[in-house]
């Protein structure tokens, strides 16, 4: 089991930055790669980015390249997500997801997809005002 726990989500204004924290804990040791993604009211879960345990490849959704950045520490179980940039439709409750238990190698569509995560956190809200 692996269990997650968002931070860092708040209200900010247009064009402000905020840095969302995913920390994790339990079988870190089995986690494959970490991902966010995002959901607005009314609106399906989205894929926001993925960063893989190994070799920290990056995956990002088309709206968010160039301004947000996935990382990860290993040494704490923690991945980041700094958006810069933000605009209203930013706003959505952000989720961390992990998936675990994988070997090889995966396409950049496999970390795009909810099914492929195995555990989620309870989500933090961010609200980007105009």
Known sequence: QVQLVEYGGGMVQAGDSLRLSCAASGRTSSTYAMGWF???????????AAITRTYSSTYYADSVKGRFTITRVNAKNTVYLQMNSLKPEDTAVYYCGAVVGRIGYYSGSFYSQKSSYDYWGQGTQVTVSS
């Open 38 to 48: 995002r959901q607005a009211p009314g609106k399906e879960r989205m894929f926001v």
